[in-house]
């Protein structure tokens, strides 16, 4: 018998579960449907919305282009043809506000833990406070974010160090990647501190994600091995991952296909941890591939408590 731990806030989270569910429906209803960048990070999931009907489209101008040949122009504006999905990460603002220039038909799949902070920037940068992001300055939630700073004043930090280089400022606000470690966001404000008199700072970090990590480190220390799944864009996987990795032997894969035989080798306490863009399904066709390589029945054992915003898990007989 091969015990394996799965933490209760693996796979969807309630915003990545709404933006899918929005785009399936769209397609039930035979809908033309175009994901404004890919609606979540993972490859897996994108090829099944894709199969369904919609279609990515990367670059925000292409939107424009669309337009229905059918429909009459208005005020130089010709409607497009089908309906828009702005993915989960969120988009820079002027490009939301284009597409309500242009009368686009669009669903605003961004996470409301990402437009929180959106408005967040929005709001404290109108105010006079210079602004500081902790984050991957090239990741798409924090392109957007900083595109709502209404100041020159805006600094993207991804570790400690990268502090010293922001002037001192009389006001700052301070907010988070919502997929960043809380830990790590804890030492970035410790820094900040010295830069100025008077420091906001908002914890942005996506409550499901706080869950997840904590619940990767319990799991790491019980299992001789942690599967950790997710796509190798996700943010949040990656994350998953470096706890894992810090307390016992860990391995990042995308489907269960990538699963190596000679890790379960003698192992009989097997953690897995999913991200928060990672399908039921992939999560189920990694415990099949356990059973298959072992050749023992696996007893799933949950781990954490379910957090509010965490989209139901998969029962698994």
Same mark, same amino acid.
């Given at each position: 018998? #091969?015990?394996?731990?799965?933490?209760?806030?693996?796979?969807?989270?309630?915003?990545?579960? *709404?933006?899918?569910?929005?785009?399936?429906?769209?397609?039930? %209803?035979?809908?033309?449907?175009?994901?404004?960048?890919?609606? =979540?990070? &993972?490859?897996?999931?994108?090829?099944?919305?894709?199969?369904?009907?919609?279609?990515?489209?990367?670059? @925000?101008?292409?939107?424009?282009?669309?337009?229905?040949?059918?429909?009459?122009?208005? &005020?130089?504006?010709? /409607?497009?043809?089908?309906?828009?999905?702005? *993915?989960?990460?969120?988009?820079?603002?002027?490009?939301?506000?284009?597409?309500?220039?242009?009368?686009?038909?669009?669903?605003?799949?961004?996470? /409301?833990?990402?437009? !929180?902070?959106? *408005?967040?920037?929005?709001?404290?940068?109108?105010?006079?406070?210079?602004? $500081?992001?902790?984050?991957?300055?090239?990741?798409?939630?924090?392109?957007?974010?900083?595109?709502?700073?209404?100041?020159?004043?805006?600094? $993207?930090?991804?570790? @400690?160090? +990268?502090?010293?280089?922001? @002037? @001192?400022?009389?006001?700052?606000?301070?907010?988070?990647?919502?997929?960043?470690?809380?830990?790590?966001?804890?030492?970035?404000?410790?820094?900040?501190?010295?830069?100025?008199?008077?420091? !906001?700072?908002?914890?942005?970090?996506?409550?499901?994600?706080?869950?997840?990590?904590?619940?990767?480190?319990?799991?790491?220390?019980?299992?001789? #091995?942690?599967?950790?799944?997710?796509?190798?864009?996700?943010?949040?996987?990656?994350?998953?991952?470096?706890?894992?990795?810090? =307390?016992?032997?860990?391995?990042?894969?995308?489907?269960?296909?990538?699963?190596? /035989?000679?890790?379960?080798?003698?192992?009989?306490?097997?953690? #897995?941890?999913?991200?928060?863009?990672? /399908? +039921?399904?992939?999560?189920?066709?990694?415990? %099949?591939?356990?059973?298959? #390589?072992?050749?023992?029945?696996?007893?799933?054992?949950?781990?954490?408590?379910? &957090?509010?915003?965490?989209?139901?898990?998969?029962?698994?007989?």
């Amino acid at each position: 018998m #091969i015990k394996v731990f799965i933490g209760e806030n693996s796979g969807f989270c309630f915003g990545v579960k *709404r933006a899918i569910d929005k785009i399936v429906e769209l397609t039930d %209803k035979k809908e033309k449907v175009y994901s404004l960048g890919y609606v =979540i990070h &993972n490859p897996q999931a994108i090829e099944k919305i894709k199969q369904k009907g919609a279609e990515i489209i990367e670059n @925000p101008e292409d939107i424009l282009k669309l337009s229905n040949q059918n429909s009459q122009s208005k &005020n130089g504006i010709t /409607p497009i043809d089908g309906k828009v999905v702005i *993915r989960t990460h969120g988009v820079k603002k002027e490009i939301t506000e284009t597409l309500k220039k242009n009368k686009v038909d669009f669903f605003d799949a961004t996470c /409301p833990f990402v437009t !929180r902070s959106q *408005r967040i920037v929005e709001k404290l940068s109108d105010q006079g406070y210079g602004i $500081v992001i902790f984050g991957n300055p090239e990741h798409p939630e924090i392109v957007g974010v900083v595109s709502y700073a209404k100041t020159k004043n805006v600094f $993207v930090v991804q570790k @400690p160090e +990268d502090v010293e280089l922001i @002037p @001192p400022m009389k006001k700052i606000a301070v907010v988070s990647q919502t997929t960043q470690k809380l830990d790590d966001y804890i030492e970035i404000v410790k820094k900040l501190i010295e830069k100025g008199f008077e420091i !906001r700072v908002f914890n942005t970090v996506c409550e499901v994600t706080v869950d997840a990590q904590k619940e990767a480190y319990e799991i790491a220390k019980m299992s001789d #091995i942690v599967i950790v799944i997710g796509g190798k864009m996700s943010s949040n996987t990656d994350k998953l991952y470096k706890v894992c990795k810090n =307390i016992t032997s860990a391995y990042k894969i995308e489907t269960a296909d990538e699963i190596d /035989p000679s890790w379960l080798k003698g192992k009989k306490n097997i953690g #897995i941890v999913a991200g928060t863009s990672t /399908p +039921d399904w992939i999560i189920k066709d990694t415990i %099949k591939k356990i059973e298959e #390589i072992t050749g023992e029945k696996v007893k799933i054992q949950r781990v954490g408590k379910k &957090n509010k915003f965490s989209a139901e898990s998969f029962e698994w007989e």
